[in-house]
């Protein structure tokens, strides 16, 4: 450059803000959040601010760590899409979730933690950069993450850096996403963003939107007051597509990096790396380019064309100060080639057009027929990695199991499935099956993974000689070195033997050196050894590393044993219960159950920190460490605590209350989370049984009996005992709306009560339903089957409505299924002009539904409808209209297609119609033996299921409706009108179907076919 700055160093500073917030209510104890404010308050957040001369960020650490805004200060752009409102919609797993800024996902999409408060540390660097770290232990299978927004002097360019460290024994699966936002329609303002990063680490790219119509439109009105809509730029990281996971291994640490920056006047960028960005696009005979760069620098710009130069320019750019050009070429596109080069000649980034390759994804088959075994395994591994919700990895095990018994890999695998669910015994046998295989010609096996396996299966049995031998042996392989000899030296402390413990701790360290578990041992083991100095210093070096490794920071706490340590601690952990719990059992798996016990004890007195687990944990150190009086004193405390959102998931929490219960009994409360954590690891009878003695103990708590409910219909298949326990949970909790909601969907399901009595049920708590849209949404379903159409469509018009992302269409079916009756009753009355306002009104949804209709809604019922009206008032013309809408070709057959061919009719196509007719019965009579299955590519489920859906029964409805059509559309009415009352007979809540059974034996059925105008 002419002209050189010397850069000014980072800024980065904490601020409160004030920002418009719609504040959500305390989470469902179940214990995720389906309600959402109507009205916003002005709510202050704890920011972070990171700035340079090109660039301002803002950090909501209280909101997941999102990047909430980044500002381009060259032309005062916020180039991530910057909320002025926080405005939750139920997007996420947990429910709440905003749009905007830049969203980190780990380790499942849809971050559970995206509305949750995250950790923070600021550091900052030689030379003038800043790092804010942003860090979570996650709650699924309570991993650590952390991301560090950093920012240099004189780069207009954010890094994220990421660090991903498996602090667990066992090995999972993770997937990590940002999701960067930004506005739409800002070429016009001609800025914009760029993402980039190591393509061999992060290929992994998605854009998305919710669309610019009117489906798009509900969603930007659920999600912000002003700020209109915008896209979703997503960016994944040891991935390809968005539901791809990787693995993790034990104690394994992930880093990488991903960039974004903003970009001025270039037009929409072709190629970008961490210096520049560079586009070039063809139009007319002239080729458009545009360079960015991210810093001040001298470039030399060349456009070739078959080798030949067309462009060869050098100057001096900076962020802000891109460089256009417009200039005349004859070439094909393909042809040409963008490179960059700095003022050494030394080529920084280049462009040349390509051609984009498809690679389907085919759905595995079922296990029975596959004929290979590998690929039987294979698939298996695969449903396991990528965490399929509607497929079992189990299936293909046991598959391969019933044909090979004694292959290692499949044993492995069943092994490692009973070992997450606690049954350490089957996993044992199975792992122990496998290392036979693998030994039986060669002692030293090439894999060491079931070899660990097998020790972590013992030492849960408190076998630790056994366990001992098999970590011995499974660190022959290197792969598992860190794992194994960490798990020797948490034996070794437990036979006092601490010396042995620092060499295998140090023998760990020395093929995974950033094992921070196994770093915390070694600083364990020097304070144990009386070594302050030296275990100061791997404190010291390990948060340098690492600023927010609470098991780092317990340490310093045990090792000065100070009330300013302990406080510096309290501050830290910030009323973080997990986090806590997850240090207590690193250092009792560990070995150091007595500084465990010490540390649990230091906050026995926090009152942010009382939580039942805490003190079940207490009672289960104190009675290892031989303190039976406060191991009864605070197991008492933990069955008097309160139970809400206490939901242990933890394997050391399965063993610490198999230990309560087995030292009391009759220990209520113990009995129902044990149950909770048995059911979530599939151990459903064993959760069964703790729920009966928990219920059996304490009759009067809800909870446990409606978790009966759920496994006796689940389970056991007893809708009758389901009821039973739904009607005490109810009496126990009559204030309790999520409980009434569930026991009407499980009446509702098994056919326990007919509609009219479950509209009475519900009539009978009008405060209850009015606490749930889900619950709303059902007593106005229940309205419209009663023929309250008039008093559904005031419950509708009168509430704002929350749908769940996925779960749309709920609210506007049941508006436009109002519409419809009453039009088609007007229709049989014969007053068209009513039934014409009627059925346009179903085609407009009012913002209160909370739903817009999607551009793929088909509307083939309203189309014919409205034809037959306009008949009927005299007007051809628009009849004709709506009637040829109606008979538009469809994409497959279905309801509509019933419709399609009635309009035909109409038209006067009667061996159209007739064909439609005979292909949808056809259909139906397939359909009717197919057997059903969840599309394996779902997104999500079609509804979120507590009741298991019978899918053999839902087909059999399906086919005998549109077989009722067909038969009602080939001039069959009898047939039809039996066949519909067959359906009613299984599933009296079939809307729709009591619908075309009236439209059918109403009068309307003598002119519904008029002659062709």
């Known amino acids: 450059m002419s002209e050189s700055r010397q850069p000014v160093p980072v800024r980065c500073w904490r601020q409160q803000v004030v920002i418009p917030t719609y504040p959500i209510p305390p989470a469902d104890p179940n214990p995720f959040t389906d309600r959402l404010a109507l009205e916003k308050k002005d709510i202050t957040y704890n920011a972070i601010f990171l700035e340079n001369e090109f660039i301002q960020l803002m950090i909501l650490p209280e909101l997941g760590g999102r990047t909430h805004a980044g500002l381009d200060k060259t032309n005062h752009y916020d180039f991530f899409y910057r909320q002025h409102v926080i405005k939750p919609a139920l997007v996420g797993l947990l429910g709440p979730w905003i749009s905007g800024g830049v969203e980190f996902n780990w380790p499942q999409h849809r971050r559970p933690s995206t509305f949750m408060p995250v950790h923070t540390s ?60 930004v506005r739409v329609h800002d070429h016009k303002l001609q800025a914009g963003l760029v993402h980039t990063s190591n393509h061999h680490v992060a290929p992994g790219k998605k854009l998305w939107t919710w669309g610019n119509a009117e489906f798009g439109h509900a969603w930007d009105r659920n999600l912000t007051d002003e700020d209109g809509p915008y896209i979703e730029l997503m960016a994944g990281a040891y991935t390809d597509n968005q539901p791809d996971f990787s693995w993790l291994q034990p104690y394994e640490t992930r880093t990488f990096s991903q960039y974004w920056y903003p970009i001025q006047k270039i037009g929409p960028a072709k190629n970008a790396n961490t210096e520049a960005a560079v586009n070039l696009e063809f139009e007319a005979g002239h080729a458009h380019i545009g360079v960015c760069v991210t810093a001040p620098r001298t470039v030399h710009v060349l456009l070739t064309a078959n080798g030949q130069p067309l462009l060869d320019e050098t100057l001096d750019l900076a962020p802000g100060q891109p460089f256009t050009r417009t200039i005349a070429t004859s070439a094909n596109p393909a042809a040409h080639r963008l490179s960059v080069l700095d003022a050494d000649g030394k080529e920084f980034i280049a462009y040349q057009p390509e051609t984009p390759v498809d690679r389907p994804l085919p759905e595995p088959p079922s296990p029975h027929v596959i004929e290979s075994v590998e690929e039987l395994y294979l698939t298996g591994l695969h449903l396991e990695q990528y965490r399929h919700a509607t ?57 060491g993974e079931p070899l660990y396996n097998l020790g972590l299966a013992r030492l849960y049995q408190g076998k630790t000689d056994e366990a001992y031998d098999a970590f011995h042996k499974c660190v022959w392989n290197q792969a598992w070195q860190s794992a194994g000899y960490y798990a020797q030296a948490a034996i070794s402390i437990r036979r006092g033997n601490p010396r042995l413990a620092q060499e295998q701790v140090e023998l760990s360290l020395l093929t995974n050196g950033a094992n921070l578990s196994a770093r915390a041992l070694k600083a364990s083991l020097l304070r144990r050894l009386n070594s302050i100095d030296a275990a100061q210093a791997v404190i010291d070096d390990t948060l340098a590393l690492d600023p927010l490794c609470f098991r780092m920071k317990a340490e310093q706490f045990l090792l000065s044993r100070t ?135 304490d009759s009067g708590f809800s909870i446990p009996l409606r978790n009966l409910g759920i496994a006796e219909f689940n389970v056991l298949h007893n809708p009758e005992a389901a009821d039973q326990m ?288």
């Not at 800043?130 to 780069?155: A, F």
């Not at 060669?442 to 894999?447: K, R």
């Not at 601690?569 to 986090?579: E, K, Y």
């Not at 913002?847 to 019922?861: A, N, P, Q």
Request: hydrophobic share 45%; charged share 20%.
């Open 122 to 181: 600021i550091e900052e660097h030689s030379g003038g950069a800043r790092t804010v770290w942003l860090g979570e232990h996650e709650p699924m299978q309570r991993m650590k993450g952390m991301v560090g927004v950093h920012l240099e002097p004189g780069k207009a360019l954010v890094e994220v850096r990421v660090r991903l460290f498996n602090r667990t024994p066992l090995p999972h699966t993770f997937l990590w996403w940002a999701n960067a936002a």
């Open 391 to 447: 497929r079992s990895s189990e299936s293909y095990w046991l598959e391969g199991l019933a044909r090979e018994p004694n292959d290692s890999r499949f044993n492995n695998a069943m092994g490692m499935t009973y070992l997450r669910r606690g049954l350490f015994a089957e996993a044992e046998d199975h792992f122990a099956r496998a290392v036979r295989r693998l030994t039986f010609r060669n002692p030293n096996p090439y894999d």
């Open 563 to 697: 009330t300013e340590a302990l406080r510096a601690f309290v501050a830290a952990l910030d009323g973080d219960i997990q986090t806590l719990l997850d240090v207590a059992f690193d250092l009792a798996w560990s070995g150091m159950r007595g500084d465990a016990y010490d540390l649990l004890q230091a906050f026995r007195r926090q009152a942010q920190f009382e939580q039942p687990m805490l003190w079940y944990t207490l009672s289960w150190l104190a009675a290892w460490l031989g303190h039976k009086r406060a191991s009864r004193q605070y197991a008492a405390k933990a069955e008097a605590a309160s139970p809400l959102y206490c939901f242990p998931a933890r394997l050391e929490e399965m063993l610490v209350l198999e230990d309560a219960i087995e030292r009391n009994p009759r220990a209520a409360r113990a009995h129902y989370y044990l149950g909770n954590l048995y059911y979530d690891k599939r151990r459903y009878h064993d959760a069964i049984r703790c729920w009966r003695r928990s219920v059996a103990l």
């Open 726 to 1013: 739904y009607r005490r949970a109810f009496a126990a909790n009559p204030a309790d709306a999520r409980l009434l909601f569930e026991w009407d969907q499980l009446r509702k399901r098994a056919c326990l009560a007919s509609p009219p009595e479950r509209l009475r049920q519900l009539q009978a708590h009008p405060q209850l339903v009015a606490q749930r849209d889900d619950l709303t949404v059902e007593f106005i379903t229940l309205l419209n089957q009663d023929g309250q159409s008039h008093a559904a469509l005031e419950h509708l018009r009168s509430r704002r409505f929350n749908p769940w992302e996925g779960g749309e269409g709920l609210v506007s079916a049941q508006y436009v299924h109002a519409h419809r009756t009453l039009g088609m009753q007007a229709l049989a009355t014969k007053n068209p002009a009513q039934a014409m306002q009627h059925f346009e009104a179903a085609r407009h949804y009012p913002w209160s539904l909370g739903e817009g209709k999607h551009l793929l809604t088909l509307e083939r019922d309203l189309d014919y409808f409205t034809g037959l009206a306009a008949h009927r008032l005299g007007d051809a013309e628009h009849a004709q209209q709506y009637f040829h809408a109606a008979a538009a070709p469809l994409p497959e057959l279905g309801m509509h297609s019933y419709f399609q061919a009635q309009a035909m009719q109409a038209l006067g196509n009667r061996q159209a119609a007739r064909a439609v007719f005979s292909s949808l019965s056809e259909y139906a009579q397939r359909l009717a033996v197919t057997e059903p299955s969840i599309d394996y590519f779902a997104a999500s489920l079609p509804n979120m299921l507590l009741f298991d859906d019978d899918l053999a029964k839902r087909n059999r409805i399906e086919s005998l409706l549109l077989s009722a059509l067909a038969s009602h559309g080939l001039g069959d009415t009898q047939t039809a009108i039996l066949q519909l009352r067959q359906l009613l007979a299984e599933d009296p809540n079939h809307i729709f179907a009591a619908q075309m059974l009236f439209w059918i034996e109403s009068a309307a059925q003598v002119d519904s076919k008029p002659s062709p105008a």
